[in-house]
């Protein structure tokens, strides 16, 4: 099985798993009078949520020490395979809500298991090996929208090895990240590489550095591979190859 990553952002995936959560460090305030009304129709049968929060209270520290409420006892529920709009004035605390019912790093690595027909004991035992594998274990509980850059991509990285792939194709990964974050990245499918002994994979970068990290290494030019070889002989490869492009230079 392959699996494909590209950098950028990454993907956001929703939760198989319900979740209520509440945004780390967030204060809960006790939850207002209720004011709002919930609209069915009687004829749907109610539909298992993918997206889920029970009363979730936020306030935020102003600059002056004054405590102020974002969100207020809000409950909401998504039902699976259902489009849902969140909607209201600006500054009515929509994306603070979309940022605290996000689904935790450990419910987005489990997210591709779905389609696998796994036991729970199974799903939970590959997302806490992969997580572990990319460095993230630690990080199981994190709603995934309060990770860095370099930390999304290692959580995408260990949802591909959760899905057993066997193949990682991984276009500019970095391109975005800053440097801890790049060697975070880069160190996390080393690892992966190494310690499975089956998972090959295959990294699209212009940063030579990385290079270093590389068992081997592939050169195009104009559509054609050109060489191919172990690190060290590509690294000197490309070191002629830059030498030769700056002696056309005077300087
Ligand atoms: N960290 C924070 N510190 C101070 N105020 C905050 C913080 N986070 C959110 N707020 C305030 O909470 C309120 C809700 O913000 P939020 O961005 O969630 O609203 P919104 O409904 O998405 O707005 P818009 O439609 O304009 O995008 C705003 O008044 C915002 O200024």
Request: charged fraction near 20%.
């Amino acid at each position: 099985m392959a699996h494909s990553l590209a950098g950028g952002a990454c993907p956001l995936r929703c939760s198989p798993f319900p979740s209520s959560s509440t945004a780390p460090g967030a204060t809960l305030a006790a939850p207002p009078r209720p004011r709002r009304r919930v609209l069915a129709s009687a004829s749907s049968p109610p539909a298992a949520p993918a997206i889920e929060g029970r009363g979730v209270g936020l306030s935020v520290m102003t600059r002056r020490g004054r405590v102020l409420p974002v969100l207020k006892g809000c409950s909401l529920s998504v039902p699976q395979g259902q489009l849902w709009m969140l909607l209201g004035p600006n500054g009515c605390g929509k994306s603070t809500l979309l940022k605290v019912v996000m689904p935790t790093v450990e419910s987005d690595v489990a997210f591709g298991l779905g389609k696998l027909n796994l036991s729970l004991d199974e799903v939970r035992s590959r997302v806490s090996k992969s997580l572990d594998a990319v460095g993230m274990l630690s990080y199981s509980q994190r709603p995934i929208q309060t990770l860095s850059g370099g930390q999304k991509q290692r959580v995408a990285i260990a949802g591909a090895l959760a899905e057993a792939s066997k193949v990682l194709l991984l276009d500019e990964l970095t391109t975005f990240l800053d440097e801890h974050d790049q060697m975070g990245v880069i160190k996390a499918i080393k690892n992966a590489v190494a310690a499975d002994g089956e998972v090959a994979a295959l990294w699209v970068t212009h940063r030579l550095e990385e290079l270093t990290y590389a068992d081997g290494a592939i050169y195009m030019e104009d559509g054609e591979i050109i060489v191919q070889g172990d690190a060290s002989t590509m690294s000197r490869f490309i070191k002629k190859k830059q030498a030769r492009y700056f002696g056309h230079f005077e300087f």
